[in-house]
């Protein structure tokens, strides 16, 4: 049964190769969207807010260089 599904799994995969970067950006926005809409305003509650904004900047313009470095 194994080779079965991975034969139908690769056929899939082929198939929807080409919608890839969409599916895969709208996970990233749908991430996002969690952290902005949950993260950010929870950790605005407590008393060290610069440190939860300053660590929300550096995480993000980390990513940000690392996407742009790496490709």
Not at 12 to 18: G, S
Not at 40 to 53: F, L, M, N, Y
């Amino acid at each position: 049964m194994e080779p079965i599904a991975g034969v139908i799994g690769a056929t899939a995969v082929i198939i929807a190769r080409p919608l890839l970067p969409y599916a895969l950006a709208f996970a990233a926005g749908a991430m996002i969207y969690v952290v902005v809409e949950e993260l950010i305003p929870e950790s605005q509650q407590q008393s060290s807010t610069d440190v939860a904004t300053f660590g929300a900047l550096l995480g993000f313009t980390l990513i940000m260089t690392l996407d742009v470095a790496l490709g």
